[in-house]
């Protein structure tokens, strides 16, 4: 008997679903998109880059600190002696 919510080898998908891949704001904004009406090239030309740098710098701090989390869970002493060496780190003026 499986567990509730398990599934069989045969129904475990080889390529995951696209929110599985994203995170945070931008998968309510890959969901929302998807959804939405066949555009214009017209509409597609018009980008607010600030806006889409400020969200691109979020999730890259985001993927940054799951990255450090999981140095972190491997090998301690390494990240604990790494972070170390930073706080001694000269800072040069400009």
Do not use: F, N
């Not at 919510?5 to 904004?29: F, K, M, T």
């Amino acid at each position: 008997m499986a567990l509730p919510g398990a599934l069989c080898h045969r129904e475990h998908r080889s390529v995951p679903e696209i929110y599985d891949l994203l995170r945070g704001s931008v998968q309510l904004i890959a969901g929302v998109v998807t959804r939405a009406p066949i555009r214009a090239a017209e509409d597609l030309g018009q980008v607010d880059y600030s806006r889409w740098r400020d969200l691109r710098c979020s999730v890259d701090r985001g993927r940054q600190t799951r990255a450090a989390r999981t140095r972190y869970r491997h090998d301690r002493d390494a990240c604990l002696a790494a972070l170390e060496s930073q706080g001694h780190q000269q800072i040069l003026p400009y």
